[in-house]
């Protein structure tokens, strides 16, 4: 079993930036691809991120490219988010996730085999 949890989630006004990060515990060695997620109230859980194993690649979602930027360290099992340029539509719990498997879409929410249980991020406008 993986165990993933976030921390840097917060309150900022839009415009300003924040940092979430990510680390993993456990079956450590069967993590493959991490990624972060979101979900606003009311809505799907939607892709935002995903880097690979050896942080070669990344995949960013439209709505963050040349916003936020992932990076990968601790022995590959941890991922940082930063974001920059905050806008009020940001705002969601920003999940972790992680799958053993990284041969397969990046952005699809049942390809991920780990979750996190999530962190809130709130921009004010």
């Known amino acids: 079993q993986v165990y993933l949890e976030e921390s840097g989630g917060g309150s900022v006004q839009a415009g300003e930036s924040l940092a979430l990060s990510c680390a993993a515990s456990g079956s450590t060695f069967a993590v493959s691809g991490m990624a972060w997620f979101r979900q606003a109230p009311g809505k799907e859980r939607e892709f935002v991120v995903h880097?690979?194993?050896?942080?070669?690649?990344?995949t960013y979602a439209d709505a963050v490219t040349g916003r936020f930027r992932i990076s990968r360290d601790g022995g590959k099992t941890a991922v940082h988010l930063q974001m920059n340029s905050l806008k009020p539509e940001d705002s969601a719990v920003y999940y972790c996730?992680?799958?053993?498997?990284?041969?397969?879409?990046?952005?699809?929410?049942?390809?991920?085999?780990?979750w996190g249980r999530g962190t809130q991020v709130t921009v004010s406008s």
């Open positions: 996730a992680a799958r053993y498997s990284d041969n397969s879409p990046v952005t699809s929410v049942v390809k991920y085999d780990w």
């Open positions: 880097i690979s194993k050896d942080g070669s690649s990344k």
